[in-house]
């Protein structure tokens, strides 16, 4: 029983560190390290999920590090606040702009939770890390579609 006590201990502790910064951002491409998060939770939490494009970059550790963790802020949001029950991504490079949509079905947002959550301040913070732009688009009962820019310097 102890053994397999440890065993589960030890395999929660090896999630909780990658989902921090799994390996894939430290090599600079945040695109298959937000897909793999959102499979994991919206399996757990019986959401579906669809991904329409997955465009592949390459940034700095830092600005992929940045990505993944607007992205893990608005998975979270959408799973945990939204009532959503599918959540779509779409990763597209576009000449010298990477686009990250993640759009929920869910209730929307309340204006004034998107102006003053910690999670949206730490999601603008980050953008303006990368020089990116970020938007929100919540229209009541439509759901919400969080749209970030990244430029992509060579």
Do not use: W
């Not at 999920?49 to 949001?77: C, H, M, P, W």
């Not at 999601?123 to 009962?141: F, H, P």
Request: charged residues 20%; aromatic residues 4%.
């Amino acid at each position: 029983m102890l053994k397999s006590e440890v065993a589960n201990t030890s395999n929660t502790l090896k999630s909780v560190i990658r989902n921090l910064k799994p390996i894939e951002v430290m090599s600079g491409s945040p695109t298959q390290a937000i897909i793999s998060l959102a499979q994991h939770n919206c399996s757990l939490a019986g959401i579906t999920l669809k991904i329409f494009s997955k465009d592949e970059v390459t940034l700095s550790q830092e600005g992929a590090y940045q990505v993944y963790r607007i992205g893990q802020e608005a998975l979270n949001n959408a799973i945990k606040h939204s009532s959503a029950q599918e959540i779509t991504l779409s990763f597209r490079v576009t000449g010298n702009i990477y686009r990250v949509q993640i759009t929920d079905d869910g209730k929307g947002m309340e204006e004034e939770t998107a102006e003053d959550s910690y999670g949206m301040n730490s999601m603008n913070e980050r953008s303006m890390i990368l020089g990116a732009s970020l938007s929100v688009d919540s229209q009541g009962s439509n759901g919400t579609t969080i749209l970030l820019e990244v430029p992509i310097h060579d």
